[in-house]
């Protein structure tokens, strides 16, 4: 396991604590204990300092470090240094904290064995108790800490849903925009080719139509990427029902009949749905302009309880409906597919396919 330059830092500070408490304690043993103390002489400083120094690697190898300040602990005491369990405290927490758990409790078991020399029943009694005192406190730290761990890993991964989110939703609005407003300016710049020569009012009306349909693109395009750089006010109005009008008026440029009506009372819709709504309408006239074949397209607002139903449909002939259908189901995940992505997201279903009188037909039901 790596280690961060700031963990190698904390763990540094933490050794050269632990080496700064213990040999102050050893040292000052004969000022507590009178002629009873003594200090733990050379070998018993350079065990205390080699406890303290083997926490440098506590993280990247905690039952390893914990055998060695176990056995030089034992060893200082055994020299006479009576304050000389800081480091094992500190290596036995760790390793119950990286999952050593067997390793920890063994150690708990050698050093209480190693006491009980010349120690009283009451004086092992309280040890024990300490014992299971200190291994309850670090089992209980370490639920603590993995239900932190968990919970850190539970929000990154909100965040890396709702980013995920947010990048389909960007995604399906390039696709939109750019798909709908080239299929205009498609149309239209072969209407121009072919009518330049014989009638040169009908090339520069659709010039002309070119010239505003990639204006209103590119400031629709502005839009989507200034959300993206998360800029304060949007470029282009919000899309919405009441911009269907300009869809329809874009597929008339491109010689395509739209008509828009709405039944039931038309009411504020919430922002999701009412965006939604625009875009699977202009989804839809793009697929119409594009693959139906037709030359005309109803939209209808259905506005009836607590739903919006929206109805496009086209004149288109039924294999051309049909190969619409397949591209947009089987293809890069947009079009078709991107109206249901849509749809599903707010609660709602879209149901695409020919109409049995002829042509194709987009019905989505939206809660709203």
């Known amino acids: 396991?790596?280690?961060?330059?700031r963990q190698q830092a904390a763990d540094a500070a933490l050794a050269a604590l632990v080496i700064g408490v213990e040999l102050a304690a050893a040292l000052a043993t004969p000022h507590w204990h009178g002629a009873k103390g003594s200090q733990p002489g050379t070998f018993g400083i350079i065990l205390l300092v080699t406890s303290g120094l083997a926490l440098l690697a506590r993280r990247r190898y905690p039952g390893a470090v914990l055998a060695v300040?176990?056995?030089?602990?034992?060893?200082?005491?055994?020299?006479?240094?009576?304050?000389?369990?800081?480091a094992l405290i500190v290596a036995f927490f760790t390793a119950v904290l990286r999952g050593r758990r067997a390793a920890a409790?063994?150690?708990?078991?050698?050093?209480?064995?190693a006491s009980l020399w010349n120690t009283s029943a009451e004086s092992a009694l309280l040890l024990a108790a300490g014992l299971v005192t200190l291994l309850s406190v670090a089992e209980l730290t370490r639920v603590a800490s993995a239900?932190?761990?968990?919970?850190?890993?539970?929000?990154?991964?909100?965040?890396?849903?709702r980013a995920s989110d947010e990048r389909l939703a960007i995604a399906r609005d390039l696709h939109d925009v750019v798909a709908h407003s080239i299929s205009v300016i498609?149309?239209?710049?072969?209407?121009?080719?072919?009518?330049?020569d014989r009638q040169p009012d009908r090339a520069r009306e659709a010039l002309t139509a070119i010239r505003e349909v990639s204006g209103q693109a590119l400031t629709e395009l502005r839009s989507v990427l200034g959300a993206l750089r998360d800029t304060a006010a949007p470029l282009a109005p919000t899309p919405g029902v009441a911009r269907l009008d300009e869809l329809a008026a874009r597929a008339r440029a491109a010689g395509f009949a739209v008509s828009v009506a709405a039944e039931g009372t038309a009411r504020p819709l919430p922002a999701g749905v009412d965006?939604?709504?625009?875009?699977?309408?202009?989804?839809?006239?793009?697929?119409?302009?594009?693959?139906?074949g037709g030359h005309a397209a109803s939209v209808l607002l259905r506005y009836s309880g607590d739903d919006l139903t929206i109805e496009v449909s086209d004149?288109?002939?039924?294999?051309?409906?049909a190969a619409a259908e397949a591209a947009g189901a089987t293809g890069s995940g947009n079009g078709l597919a991107g109206m249901a992505e849509?749809?599903?997201?707010?609660?709602?279903?879209?149901?695409?396919?020919?109409?049995?009188?002829?042509?194709?037909?987009?019905?989505?039901?939206?809660p709203g």
Do not use: C, K
């Open 105 to 113: 409790i063994a150690s708990l078991v050698i050093g209480y064995g």
């Open 1 to 5: 396991m790596t280690t961060t330059a």
């Open 315 to 321: 004149d288109g002939a039924a294999g051309a409906a």
């Open 186 to 196: 498609n149309v239209q710049a072969n209407t121009a080719l072919h009518l330049m």
């Open 342 to 366: 849509r749809a599903r997201a707010l609660g709602g279903t879209v149901d695409v396919g020919p109409r049995p009188g002829g042509g194709f037909r987009v019905l989505a039901r939206l």
């Open 147 to 161: 239900r932190a761990a968990a919970d850190r890993r539970g929000r990154e991964e909100a965040r890396a849903r």
């Open 275 to 292: 965006a939604a709504a625009y875009r699977i309408v202009q989804e839809a006239l793009t697929n119409a302009v594009r693959h139906s």
């Open 69 to 86: 300040v176990l056995g030089t602990t034992l060893g200082a005491t055994a020299l006479g240094a009576r304050a000389a369990w800081l």
